[in-house]
């Protein structure tokens, strides 16, 4: 079906790619991983359909996840993995799509330039370039507009940005690498250490959503986890309770809470009484750990409360920017 012009919101996460066009709203949530052949260079799989082959590809095929640390590690494969999101999204149309894509807090004038140009050829007539917190926070229904300060932890796959936000723009800021890939990583080197056992990209990330724990549980929980024992070498399955996931997260979520008492302590006064007052907002996929907002509110003495549908915040936040597109032109990084 053809159309005159969709003008687009992208979450280019390092986890997962979310797709919003304007009227319609969230229309894409897939994986942001690639499968390629190596021989021929032809693209095979991408999104939820490439995921499922992640570590267990045959030689000559490689799933890839084009995105590190928040920002764009193998641009071609990025162009094309963007291309293949859009032309899903909304099919065939007449103008280009002006587009506005998400980035963490933390980026270099090289890495948006590359985000900019990877839209661009995946088929953007504009990019506009939005950070991930002020998205985050117009996503969660924050009225950003105000002179109140409101402070926002977006956690994602690759990055966690911490912001102070007021008056429509950042005071402080702090973009940590440490998210939901670094506590996947913190699992594998746990059950290698303490079970003797590898266990593949995967099963560390199930792992981190059934029984990942940031605080001590009420009632613990368990799953079985399957893996190749390291010593003989064979399959082997043994039972991994919350309270193992507590121990294995908890220098990784440390350095989390870390850096949100780095930016409490850069934080004007008047602002820090207004986050007092109104607490902390979270959002992003890695803020549904249990237990993760009870320890941050622990550490700081401020209230911290888990966005509605956090994982969408960022998505929606730079789906409504799209309202605003002519007016924010001269603010919005382009």
């Not at 724990?213 to 079985?224: D, F, G, H, L």
């Not at 399957?226 to 039972?239: A, F, H, Y």
């Not at 979520?253 to 006064?269: C, F, G, N, R």
Request: proline share 4%.
């Amino acid at each position: 079906m053809f159309s005159l012009r969709a003008d687009m919101g992208i979450d280019l996460g390092t986890a997962s790619v979310l797709v919003y066009v304007k009227g319609k709203g969230i229309v894409l949530q897939e994986p942001s991983v690639v499968a390629i052949d190596k021989n021929t260079d032809r693209l095979l799989a991408v999104g939820e359909e490439a995921r499922k082959m992640l570590g267990r590809t045959p030689g000559n095929i490689v799933a890839i996840r084009p995105l590190k640390d928040g920002v764009i590690s193998d641009y071609q494969i990025t162009e094309r993995m963007l291309k293949y999101f859009i032309n899903k999204a909304i099919g065939k149309f007449l103008f280009k799509p002006r587009m506005i894509v998400c980035v963490p807090s933390g980026v270099t004038g090289v890495e948006k330039r590359a985000a900019i140009e990877a839209s661009n050829e995946a088929g953007a007539k504009k990019t506009y370039l939005i950070e991930e917190p002020i998205a985050a926070a117009i996503g969660a229904g924050i009225d950003i507009t105000q002179p109140d300060g409101n402070m926002v932890i977006d956690m994602g796959g690759g990055t966690t940005d911490i912001a102070v936000i007021s008056l429509g723009g950042i005071v402080v800021s702090e973009s940590i690498k440490t998210a939901g890939d670094k506590l996947d990583e913190a699992i594998v080197r746990y059950m290698r250490k303490e079970h003797n056992m590898m266990i593949g990209e995967r099963t560390a990330e199930e792992m981190k959503i059934k029984i990942g724990t940031a605080y001590p549980r009420t009632q613990e929980v368990s799953m079985e986890v399957r893996g190749r024992n390291l010593v003989s070498g064979l399959p082997k399955t043994i039972k991994v309770t919350s309270e193992e996931m507590l121990d294995a997260l908890e220098e990784t979520i440390y350095s989390i809470t870390d850096a949100v008492h780095a930016v409490l302590e850069k934080t004007p006064p008047e602002l820090a009484s207004d986050i007092s007052d109104k607490g902390i907002i979270m959002t992003g996929g890695t803020a549904l750990i249990y237990g993760l907002d009870k320890l941050i509110s622990e550490k700081t003495g401020i209230p911290v409360y888990l966005a509605d549908d956090a994982i969408s915040c960022v998505a929606k936040g730079t789906g409504k920017s799209l309202d605003w597109m002519e007016a924010l032109e001269d603010q919005m990084m382009t």
